[in-house]
């Protein structure tokens, strides 16, 4: 199974390893690595993670406040957000109306 970035879901990973870049060199590739490792568990069983709306997933991040808001397509996945712990739930919810 691959999967795809939904345009925001990507910028918003390019701007939290810029972030986590910037207050310490090396945080930004290990906060990438973890994401990259939470997407692989994902494409590994996709339907193993609890829904939290009717055809969204979420995974969580095993080092970092982040999950993994992702939605199974017929051939792929659809990331639509790598989603901070402290941010406001759902802000992503209209991503899947594209």
Aim: charged share 30%.
């Amino acid at each position: 199974m691959t999967f795809e970035f939904h345009p925001e879901a990507r910028i918003e990973f390019i701007e939290a390893i810029s972030y986590y870049e910037r207050s310490s060199p090396g945080v930004g590739l290990r906060f990438s690595r973890e994401v990259y490792a939470t997407i692989k568990r994902v494409l590994e069983s996709p339907n193993a993670w609890p829904h939290i709306t009717e055809n969204t997933r979420r995974c969580l991040a095993r080092r970092f406040p982040y999950s993994v808001v992702y939605e199974v397509r017929e051939q792929d996945v659809l990331i639509i957000a790598i989603a901070h712990a402290s941010r406001e739930p759902f802000y992503w919810s209209d991503r899947k109306k594209r």
